[in-house]
């Protein structure tokens, strides 16, 4: 595999703020907002175009929640969350930089990041229903599973891995053996 670059912004210049990640050569971006900064994350024009979002938190216990979701305006959609799910205190959001995704897009990408997520189990998910992929022409689905794998470089490498699928690798005098 070949090397990656990840740039990270710091909007503000602190670490604890607002944060751009982006993966050279890709349409994809990355917004990390921590939850006290959602009031400032209104003026971002990244926030009025269609997105993938991950929120992020631990519950009493300590064990790792997340919900994922997908907007078609993603800041009014994380207004709501503000106000109705207490667990969070992060999000992660994707958008396309050249505001290319669409509502289809994004709800193909919110399934099947459920989906993926689901199978890893390392974090406990919050989303109530599990939906559908929606039907796109075979080259959008194509592209949008790069999407996906993008998504998981990026928020993998931010420290939540919540869609890299888990491999156990046994070596081959376990596998006689079995």
Do not use: C
Not at 20 to 42: F, M, V
């Amino acid at each position: 595999m070949a090397g990656k670059t990840i740039t990270t912004f710091l909007i503000d210049g602190s670490p604890m703020g607002i944060k751009t990640i982006e993966l050279s050569n890709w349409i994809g971006k990355a917004l990390q907002i921590p939850r006290a900064k959602l009031k400032d994350a209104k003026t971002r024009p990244e926030m009025n175009q269609p997105a993938i979002y991950f929120l992020f938190g631990e519950d009493a216990d300590g064990n790792n929640r997340a919900y994922i979701g997908e907007a078609e305006n993603v800041i009014n959609r994380l207004a709501t969350h503000d106000t109705s799910k207490d667990f969070w205190d992060t999000v992660i959001v994707f958008v396309s930089k050249d505001n290319n995704l669409t509502k289809a897009d994004v709800k193909f990408l919110e399934a099947k990041a459920i989906e993926r997520a689901k199978k890893s189990g390392r974090f406990i998910l919050e989303n109530s229903i599990e939906p559908i992929p929606n039907n796109l022409p075979e080259h959008q689905k194509d592209t949008m599973l790069e999407f996906l794998e993008n998504i998981d470089l990026l928020i993998s490498a931010i420290g939540f891995p919540i869609i890299k699928e888990i491999k156990v690798i046994l070596d081959s005098q376990e596998i006689h053996d079995i």
